[in-house]
């Protein structure tokens, strides 16, 4: 097998760092770059934490770096912000795409799965990359069909800049897929403080859980006459997600257009 040559951004990140070291502990990644927001003309190995060994230049622009490199894969770690623009980006100069960036609006989603098509390139967005999450969400789906009461509460650590989570939005989805939207609690129960019930997603609620010690967390809790069930999922460490992260890298050679979620390419 050839080697995947990959561009990474958002190295000094907890994600980049991560990833940086599953590149270099896989025998047919190759990092050719890497893109933060400074560090323009650097080497990756000079970065706080990343490995002695990678011998790779560091650009501070997506465009610049795409203009300069030649790559197989572009794996984004940055912001809900920079990943659309780097997807896109990507994308147009053809590309593969490989997205843990979460935050993308269903207009976002309709637009790259567009360019994705005109380009015939792949690429794909993944709102968790642990395998255990995507088991949560497709038992989520199954049980949904038998207690369609369902509230989701997901929980991370302070850092994080959207809300609710990805994984919460493709969970909501997954389930309304095959559930009909559904007006749960008391037909007449009222907020007196806003935002007690939480979000709502054609029906489900949604609760977001914001603080330092955690880091991605969710519960699904399905109430039924005299019983709840409640599926729950922890990542405790970054870790957790590189797996999912070398199982998308792999499968994006051989895609054409927009996956999104790693449900779609695990056997
Ligand atoms: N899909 C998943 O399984 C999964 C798991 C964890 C985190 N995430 C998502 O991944 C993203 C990164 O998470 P994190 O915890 O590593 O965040 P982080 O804040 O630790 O890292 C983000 C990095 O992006 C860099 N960055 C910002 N702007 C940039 C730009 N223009 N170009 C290049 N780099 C830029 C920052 O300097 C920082 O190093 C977030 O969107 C988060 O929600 C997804
Ligand atoms: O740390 C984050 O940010 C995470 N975001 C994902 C989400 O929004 O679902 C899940 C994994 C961690």
């Not at 907890?14 to 050719?32: D, N, R, S, Y």
């Not at 969400?137 to 369902?150: E, N, R, T, V």
């Not at 590189?242 to 996956?259: Q, T």
């Amino acid at each position: 097998m050839n080697n995947i040559r990959i561009i990474l951004a958002g190295p000094r990140g907890k994600m980049g760092q991560e990833a940086l070291k599953m590149i270099e502990e896989t025998p047919h990644f190759e990092l050719v770059a890497a893109v933060d927001s400074k560090n323009d003309g650097l080497q990756v190995k000079d970065l706080s934490g990343a490995p002695q060994s990678m011998e790779a230049p560091v650009y501070d622009d997506m465009e610049n770096c795409l203009a300069s490199i030649e790559a197989d894969v572009v794996v984004d770690l940055t912001r809900p912000d920079i990943g659309k623009i780097h997807l896109e980006l990507a994308l147009k100069h053809g590309l593969r795409t490989v997205i843990g960036t979460t935050g993308f609006s269903n207009e976002d989603l309709e637009r790259l799965k567009a360019l994705a098509e005109e380009k015939q390139t792949g690429a794909i967005i993944a709102p968790n990359f642990a395998i255990g999450a995507i088991l949560m969400m497709k038992f989520s789906q199954m049980a949904a069909k038998y207690l369609p009461d369902i509230e989701i509460i997901e929980k991370h650590h302070d850092q994080k800049l959207d809300a609710p989570s990805g994984t919460a939005l493709k969970t909501a989805q997954l389930i309304t897929e095959v559930r009909e939207e559904k007006k749960q609690g008391h037909p007449d129960e009222r907020e007196d403080l806003k935002g007690a019930r939480g979000a709502e997603l054609e029906g489900i609620r949604i609760h977001s859980v914001r603080l330092p010690g955690l880091v991605a967390h969710q519960e699904v809790i399905f109430g039924g006459e005299g019983q709840v069930l409640t599926i729950r999922h922890d990542s405790m460490n970054r870790t957790s997600f590189m797996p999912g992260v070398r199982l998308a890298v792999e499968s994006v050679m051989n895609i054409e257009g927009l996956v999104y979620g790693l449900e779609n390419i695990m056997e």
